[in-house]
């Protein structure tokens, strides 16, 4: 059981620069999560998807797009990078909403823009 | 502005001691409050969580104090091992919400020295 699977696992880019982070859960969870990491912030929500055909914005949207290709799959899009999206991107699952449940996180894509 | 704030950034402990990390926020709507405990290279895992209901959730060696009056609630390990040092988040989410939507604190990086 693999989980929550993220690809590539390390990326570099340059400025302007666009890119897909992939991420797939084999749990049959409903909902799906992209979270920001930096140093000394905490994660933060980029984006999230309560169930398949929903996406709505959280925290810190800005510069990004994603897409629920299906109910296993959530992608991550910067379509111009910039140096300030330089973090380690987690993607997270949870079965249902309201429910004591946890976040299942992905073990993370470190990207680099330079 | 951060949600939550937790405090201390870095915390050393000898083995067999207590660490202790707080954490405080302001939104009265939060009811859902886990703790995340995460390894280097790795992605977050849910550790233990509380709800304000209740004033104390213990499991094992961990312990979540929450005071709703003070809005604060606090993550303590005791007999600390070397196996514990990692880095620990504490979040906060709304019933009304989706529960994956999580506001993090800023970690706390602990290390246990044998």
């Known amino acids: 059981n693999a989980g929550v699977t993220q690809t590539p696992k390390f990326q570099v880019l340059k400025t302007g620069q666009s890119m897909t982070l992939q991420c797939a859960q084999d749990?049959?969870?409903?909902?799906m999560y992209w979270y920001r990491q930096d140093p000394g912030m905490g994660l933060r929500l980029i984006y999230y998807?309560?169930?398949?055909?929903?996406?709505d914005k959280g925290e810190v949207p800005n510069g990004y797009n994603v897409s629920r290709l299906n109910k296993r799959e959530f992608s991550l899009r910067l379509e111009s990078a910039a140096p300030s999206q330089t973090s380690v991107y987690f993607c997270?699952?949870?079965?249902?909403?309201?429910?004591?449940?946890?976040?299942?996180f992905g073990n993370g894509t470190r990207l680099t823009v330079t | 502005q951060q949600q939550v704030k937790q405090s201390p950034q870095s915390l050393i402990v000898q083995k067999g001691g207590i660490s202790i990390i707080n954490c405080a926020y302001e939104?009265?709507?939060?009811?859902?409050f886990p703790w995340y405990q995460q390894f280097p290279g790795k992605g977050p895992a849910l550790l233990i969580a509380i709800r304000p209901d209740v004033s104390e959730k213990k499991e094992g060696r961990f312990t979540i104090s929450f005071n709703k009056s003070a809005k604060q609630f606090s993550l303590h390990i005791m007999d600390s091992q070397p196996g514990d040092s990692a880095t620990y988040f504490c979040a906060a989410s709304t019933r009304g919400s989706t529960l994956g939507r999580l506001y993090f604190g800023r970690g706390t990086q602990l290390t246990v020295w044998p």
């Open positions: 939104n009265t709507a939060f009811d859902y």
């Open positions: 749990m049959n969870h409903n909902s």
């Open positions: 998807s309560a169930s398949e055909g929903t996406t």
């Open positions: 997270a699952s949870l079965p249902r909403t309201g429910v004591n449940s946890p976040l299942h």
